[in-house]
């Protein structure tokens, strides 16, 4: 699982295309920080018929995935201004304060909500994982369990026909 631990961190620092309410096109990393990114980890788990994992993501980064968080305060948007380097400048070419470009930044946010950057859903997806409430199979481990399952029963004597996509098998008949 350190695949998808790694997976999501590389979608957190990809950069990435988003498209504001005003036309605006971005495109940058949805990192700022490096929080997000620190904060994940992946936690695997085997029981006698399953095996699992647990995605462990901050709250604030599965709201960013399915653009559903709260307005972050303006203190929130200066550190991020300050992080991302943003410079505001006015029709004259002035610097902007941050607190005042924070404060339209809020108003946008609380007004329109923010894009969905989907960082997990992507890494689950390149890390080809079929998930269901936590419980999973690589299609990697489904084809190495077929290999597995396919040896086992010719070691074992049984002859093996395909017939497209099934396989049968029967038991040799001794000469």
Known sequence: MADLEQTTKDRITAPRTRTYPSGRTIVSPIESSGNL????SVDSYEDSD????????????????????????????QEWLKAKKIRPQDNKGRFMKRKKVAYAIKK???????????????????????????????NAAKEDLQEQI??????????MSETGSVARFELKKPN
Do not use: C, K
């Open 150 to 159: 396919h040896d086992a029963l010719v070691n074992l004597g049984y002859n």
């Open 37 to 40: 990114r620190r904060s994940i």
């Open 108 to 138: 946008s946010i609380s007004s329109f909500g923010s894009p969905a950057a989907p960082f997990i859903d992507e890494a689950l997806a390149i890390s080809e994982i079929t998930a269901q409430q936590g419980l999973f199979i690589t």
């Open 50 to 77: 399953s095996i699992g994992f647990t995605l462990n993501v901050p709250e604030y980064g599965v709201n960013l995935n399915e653009a559903t968080q709260e307005v972050p305060s303006i203190n929130e948007l």
